[in-house]
Antibody, heavy 120, light 106 residues
């Protein structure tokens, strides 16, 4: 069974930085696109970023572009999200998700989420 | 960006009844439409992809249909464990947007 375990969520002040990690197991990590999806407490889901299998392509939500960076280490089966210049509106549970990319594409596995709180 | 809407925003139904949720895209997304279930306090779970294909292990009481801009998600014979919020999501283009969700109470 696919395992995705996020870590790194914390309370941070506006303007601060945080790096999230996602440890993947029980599948060939390097064969899949990966994603971050967030959910503000009590709100809906919002896609944040995607990264290609070999990290040669990245895509971002406009509101995080230039502030967040998605990356991966296929040797360590790990996905990351570096978040800089954090804003109150970035407060959310951040989910690591596997993006199945083919003729149809979808988030087919999710981690349990890690909470990022941006507050003074 | 493609905007996704869902209706209703919430519903309450009895065990055994049929429940239908609609999802509409602001422009044509062909059949690039997925459905997720999120139970309280849990991560989302993929139920249906490409409008109508059931993810492995998902009960057959769940189904989906549609194309273009209008889509439907149906639960035949609602069960107590179906208490959840259901989200549609388009995978036609970046940013991959979700609908606002439909909360189903049983």
């Amino acid at each position: 069974e696919v395992q995705l375990v996020e870590s790194g969520g914390d309370l941070v002040q506006p303007g601060g930085s945080l790096k999230l990690s996602c440890a993947a197991s029980e599948f060939t990590f390097s064969a899949y696109w990966m994603s971050w999806v967030r959910q503000a407490p009590g709100k809906g889901l919002e896609w944040v970023a995607n990264i290609k299998r070999d990290a040669s392509e990245e895509y971002y939500l406009d509101s995080v572009k230039g502030r967040f960076t998605i990356s991966r280490d296929n040797a360590k089966n790990s996905l990351y999200l570096q978040m800089n210049s954090l804003r109150v509106e970035d407060t959310a549970f951040y989910y690591c998700a596997r993006w199945f990319y083919s003729s149809s594409s979808y988030f087919d596995s999710w981690g349990q989420g890690t909470l990022v709180t941006v507050s003074s | 960006d493609i905007q996704m809407t869902q209706s209703p925003s919430s519903l309450s139904a009895s065990v055994g009844v049929r429940v239908t949720i609609t999802c509409r895209a602001s422009q044509s997304i062909s059949r690039y439409l997925n459905w997720y279930q999120q139970k309280p306090g849990k991560a989302p779970n993929l139920l249906i992809y490409a409008t109508s294909t059931l993810q492995s292990g998902v009960p057959s009481r769940f189904s989906g249909s549609g194309s273009g801009t209008d889509f439907t998600f149906t639960i035949d014979s609602l069960q107590p464990e179906d208490l959840a919020t259901y989200y549609c999501q388009q995978s036609y283009s970046v940013p991959f947007t979700f609908g606002p969700g439909t909360k189903v109470d049983v």
